[in-house]
């Protein structure tokens, strides 16, 4: 094992990794770590795959939500000149009737609070075949996608169907959305960094390893030009929240898990307070150079995701999301798993692209 694979030993990695393999001892195991440097929701965007277009913009919702809340073509006309007027008064009571337009028992009430109140705009979901993301349930059907590279069928995102149609949300493997584009950007530099330690015999080769998650102490480090900079020691947060061990393999240079359990792993309320799959799947390419590049996914509670685009309110709506109370609606129709009593489902399929760049992981309380 060489000097630099011994120094990317997790004391968390190597005993998951030593039961996972019965090792009788840790100079049997190679293990390489990495932080996570991108991470966004697997979009596949195309042309034509948002029947009659993407949803409109900010400013043509807005129109229609007035026009839900009965006002006439007059009142619309004079509520938009004065949201995006120069009377500060006339504005804030525009900017008001929008936050405050859910109604119960026929008063108002605020709509992100609040958003079953909320007349359903009726967004359109994605119609388009294709998504990245993995089969999740092992079935193929009519709701499900078909993965653009592969061509596996099955492939469940529905996230992606619920937010595909919103400009914000679109983009490619290659082409960042701007939705995450801005949220990542806004939070990658004050988070703690997201690491992902891999152990096994030979790293190098395909079999066995196993692949364990953590939240580092420190945020990450970034060079002069803005890239996260390899080779840099985190210490590993000992908080057992987002500490979560996988069985996993190295299969024709790529990482993968093969026993799919639950991940937690904190975030922010930019985005969600916490990222939590169950039925987790990643696969992973292993690229020249020793950097990841995939996806990881599951089922993911839709209540995490809408409480994060609420809380931002009417300054997230205008600015990067065109309907919240809309998107509640769109996960809710579109939420495939873990049904309540009702049969409404509080999960949702997801699969989100992250990139990552090679490390070293210590124990938080070993010195830098």
């Not at 030593?18 to 965007?45: C, D, N, P, R, V």
């Not at 970034?222 to 947060?237: E, H, I, K, L, S």
């Not at 950097?291 to 931002?312: H, V």
């Not at 309110?313 to 049904?339: F, H, S, T």
């Amino acid at each position: 094992m060489s000097i630099q694979h011994a120094a990317r030993l997790s004391g968390f990695a190597l005993a998951a990794a030593i039961t996972a393999f019965g090792a009788t001892s840790a100079q049997a195991l190679e293990t390489k770590s990495y932080a996570i440097e991108w991470f966004s929701l697997g979009s596949y965007s195309q042309d034509g795959d948002c029947i009659g277009g993407v949803n409109p913009p900010t400013r043509d919702q807005y129109t229609k939500s007035f026009e839900l809340l009965g006002y006439t073509p007059q009142e619309v006309k004079k509520l938009m000149d004065d949201y995006a007027g120069e009377d500060d008064l006339a504005a804030a009571n525009a900017r008001n009737t929008l936050r405050m337009r859910g109604r119960i028992n026929g008063e108002p009430v605020n709509a992100f609070v609040h958003p079953w109140a909320v007349t359903d705009p009726k967004l359109k979901g994605v119609s388009g075949p294709f998504s990245f993301g993995f089969n999740l349930d092992g079935k193929a059907g009519s709701s499900s996608f078909v993965e653009p590279r592969t061509k596996e069928k099955g492939i469940d995102n529905q996230l992606f169907r619920a937010l595909g149609c919103i400009e914000q949300f679109r983009g490619t493997f290659n082409f960042r959305p701007t939705f995450w584009d801005f949220i990542w950007g806004s939070m990658k530099e004050t988070i703690p960094a997201w690491l992902m330690t891999v152990s096994g015999e030979d790293l190098d080769k395909d079999g066995p390893v196993t692949i364990t998650f953590d939240r580092a102490v420190e945020q990450l480090v970034f060079g002069p030009g803005g890239d996260v900079v390899a080779d840099t020691t985190y210490r590993a947060d000992p908080d057992p929240r987002s500490h979560h061990v996988f069985k996993g393999e190295i299969k024709d240079k790529h990482l993968v898990i093969t026993e799919h359990g639950n991940l937690q792993l904190l975030l922010d309320t930019l985005s969600f307070t916490e990222f939590r799959l169950s039925n987790t799947h990643l696969t992973m390419a292993i690229e020249p150079g020793g950097r990841l590049n995939g996806f990881i996914g599951g089922y993911q509670p839709w209540g995490d995701i809408y409480f994060g685009l609420a809380q931002g309110g009417l300054a997230y709506e205008g600015m990067i999301i065109n309907d919240i109370p809309g998107v509640y609606y769109l996960m809710k129709r579109y939420a495939d798993a873990q049904p309540d009593k009702s049969g409404q489902n509080q999960a949702i399929s997801a699969a989100y692209h992250i990139e990552a760049v090679p490390v070293f992981v210590v124990p938080a309380d070993q010195a830098q």
